[in-house]
DNA sequence: CGCGATTTGTGCACGTCTTCACAAGCGCCT
DNA sequence: AGGCGCTTGTGAAGACGTGCACAAATCGCG
């Protein structure tokens, strides 16, 4: 251990570290991990416990060690995981150390919120570009931006090294503009449009439906309303649960 | 098969038809099926196959059986499902019969976008509340609802039937919230803020968190970039994808 | 009326994810 | 120096999810 090899220090000379490769499960739940991070180095914290973190990530403390061990992750014995260290870990790993480029495509209702939202700004990312079919809103000013036509794209790859697109535009338009950003190289898309994107071999494509999420409650309001109304199972509604929903995307229990 | 037994027509009598306790996984792809089978309807299908089905919806069409058959979904063999009848089982399933009223907390940018979101009323959801804690955005009209303060939670709670609620504060301010939503009866919150929940067990919580979207996507952006360096193992870029992303949350081939 | 084409529903095997439980390692205190 | 308490890292087992492949069922046609 006298040897901390920071793979995210700058001036790694080296292979690629050939990142190891993850569980998908694992990836997802990374970026909970590293905002629990900043959160504790924000409040002074210089090493945490994988129970600790793993209560402010709302997840199992075994799943947590697991998942950072994934990542040939050095915490000490006794002591737990230095908060700095593991932030430049994770951040490496993610691909967070350099900032990149989003484009947007869609500025309509969601869109214009998306592209106010100081979220991405603070966790890794600039977005390099508004842009919308609707020529009426080209030349908008949002946030600093000015929104251009969907079909400068081109234009905007060429300036920017662009490898990530979302798509906050009506479902029907979805398909043709994730080709367009296809087109120009962009090989990672969040598509926030209700709709399924079919794209190459080597695209990923992640889905954010706002309505799914909501029908995904209501079908769990619908359930426990069904099991309120049967006295049969004996017990009240909190032990009356059939096991298995507290993990899955819930989170109770969180710790300070 | 004679006797076809709509589980979500009106006039339902008999004891609640104690919902299949469905896999977690089924339940989180009931909405997109769900939302193929209208487009579906819309274009004038009657019928559909279940490969036709599940290229719509992105999706294996083992995988796609498989969910009905726990549904106990009636598909007719040689022939494939009724597309009416399954949009209403599933409807049924998912608790849409009803029009849920939501409350909406939290009008800043992102929750500005979600109130005038036409996805949430077209998909079952009506929004019955706006709120926020800042007493200057009170009373400011969005997309025909007024804007109470938060602290109106209990007059709302007693006026609407609230099961759901939408944080889309920032951070410091959700907990507070959950906890308001909570004491007004509301069992499932839809979570904007990026931060974890504690709320009771019984409660129902689904986090949203649009940077932690990006940094998955920017995960596989490292990875393939990582790959590309590496000349070392045979293949394109395209064989060289270690299996097994294809299927999580990627969504590749479309039928039409 | 029977046969072939088609499609559902599902048994089974496989891979992934989760969780427990504990050995190994580390620091601190005496 | 030695022992003790604490915490990590991981083996193993079980739960869960996926996808193949095929039997059972249905329709349409000759």
């Known amino acids: 251990m006298s040897q901390h090899r920071h793979p995210g220090a700058p001036g790694r000379a ?54 950072l061990s994934h990542l040939g992750s050095y915490g000490t014995r006794g002591v737990g995981y230095d908060v700095a260290l ?54 908008e000013e949002i946030n600093g931006l000015v929104v251009r036509h969907v079909d400068d794209l081109p234009a905007v790859a060429a300036e920017e090294s ?19 950003l296809v087109a120009v190289g962009v090989t990672s898309i969040l598509n926030f449009a209700p709709c399924v994107l079919s794209v190459p071999e080597g695209v990923d494509v992640r889905k954010v439906d706002l309505a799914i999420e909501l029908q995904i409650l209501s079908f769990h309001e619908h359930r426990k309303a069904s099991l309120t109304a049967l006295p049969a199972t004996g017990g009240s509604a909190l032990t009356a649960l059939p096991g298995g929903f507290a993990a899955t995307d819930t989170q109770e229990a969180i710790g300070t």
Chains 1, 2 share one sequence.
Request: aromatic residues 4%; hydrophobic residues 45%; charged residues 20%.
């Open 14 to 67: 080296g292979a690629v570290p050939a990142l190891p490769d993850l569980p998908e499960a694992t990836v997802a739940r990374l970026p909970e991990y590293l905002r629990a991070l900043h959160n504790l180095a924000d409040t002074g914290h210089e090493t945490v416990s994988s129970e600790g973190l793993s209560a402010a990530a709302g997840v199992n403390s075994a799943k947590l060690r697991k998942d």
């Open 86 to 139: 593991l932030i430049e870990q994770i951040e490496y790993v993610l691909g967070l150390t350099q900032r990149r480029a989003v484009a947007l495509v869609g500025v309509g209702n969601l869109g214009h919120a998306l592209a106010g939202y100081d979220g991405f700004a603070s966790r890794g990312f600039r977005i390099a570009a508004l842009l919308d079919a609707d020529r009426s809103r080209v030349g």
């Open 162 to 180: 662009l490898a990530i697109g979302v798509i906050a535009t009506p479902a029907a338009a979805a398909q043709q503009v994730a080709d367009q």
